[in-house]
């Protein structure tokens, strides 16, 4: 499960399914410098968006995804 203190990068390469999700809340710079450091929180933060909003979307996107590799 994804949480808020997690970095940005770490979601997105464990998570490449995650970018579109990012991307709809605002967070389109995934391949900046801040992203190689940042939290989920602080990016969210920084943009503007509801971090939990965004944390429930990303986690519902991995359930989705895993439920189709069948795991």
């Known amino acids: 499960m994804i949480n808020k203190k997690m970095s940005i ?4 390469k464990k998570h490449p399914e995650t ?3 990012f ?3 605002g967070l389109g710079c995934l391949g900046c ?3 190689l450091f ?3 929180e602080q ?3 920084v943009h503007g968006v509801d971090a939990d909003a965004l944390i429930a979307d990303i986690n519902k996107v991995i359930r989705q995804s895993n439920a189709g590799d069948g795991r």
């Not at 990068?9 to 997105?12: A, I, L, N």
């Open 43 to 45: 990016g969210a933060e």
């Open 9 to 12: 990068e770490e979601v997105v």
């Open 33 to 35: 410098q801040a992203a």
């Open 19 to 21: 970018i579109p999700t």
């Open 23 to 25: 991307e709809r809340h």
């Open 38 to 40: 940042e939290s989920i």
